[in-house]
């Protein structure tokens, strides 16, 4: 994907998605992860993803863990109860939002 602007309003609802998959995950795991699954065409930043989950930590949709690594501390982040219906809210809305794109760029293969 040329245009990696297009991923940033949907950043939240990716993390939020792959916590729901893998119960929960550290910064680094998260970005190998998104990476994978787009066969390397989605590449997040620390410097996008760290203030996003800064974010839903404080919004209260997030918990942290810290666990020792060998020498050093690593940060786990999970789904609170309501960061797990916040995510089932922002997956109806990226489908709508999909569902209407799909309309407006080809509207004779429409996803309905």
């Known amino acids: 994907m ?3 602007k297009l991923y940033k309003g949907s950043l939240q609802t990716i993390i939020l998605k792959l916590l729901a ?3 929960k995950m550290y ?3 998260i970005t190998q992860k998104v990476k994978e699954l787009t066969k390397g065409e989605l590449k997040i930043t620390e ?7 800064h974010k839903l930590e404080a919004e209260g949709l997030l918990d ?4 020792k690594v060998g020498n050093r501390l690593r940060k786990y982040y999970k ?6 219906k916040e995510t089932a809210n922002k997956l109806a809305e990226m ?6 794109m799909q309309h ?3 509207p004779k293969f429409s996803l309905e």
Do not use: H, I, R
Request: glycine share 12%; aromatic share 8%.
């Open 47 to 53: 410097g996008a993803l760290y203030p996003a989950l």
């Open 79 to 84: 789904l609170t109860e309501s960061g797990t």
């Open 27 to 29: 910064g680094y795991e």
């Open 64 to 67: 942290v863990e810290v666990a």
């Open 2 to 4: 040329g245009n990696q």
């Open 21 to 23: 998959q893998n119960d």
């Open 95 to 100: 489908q709508e939002f999909l569902k209407t």
């Open 104 to 106: 407006l760029v080809n």
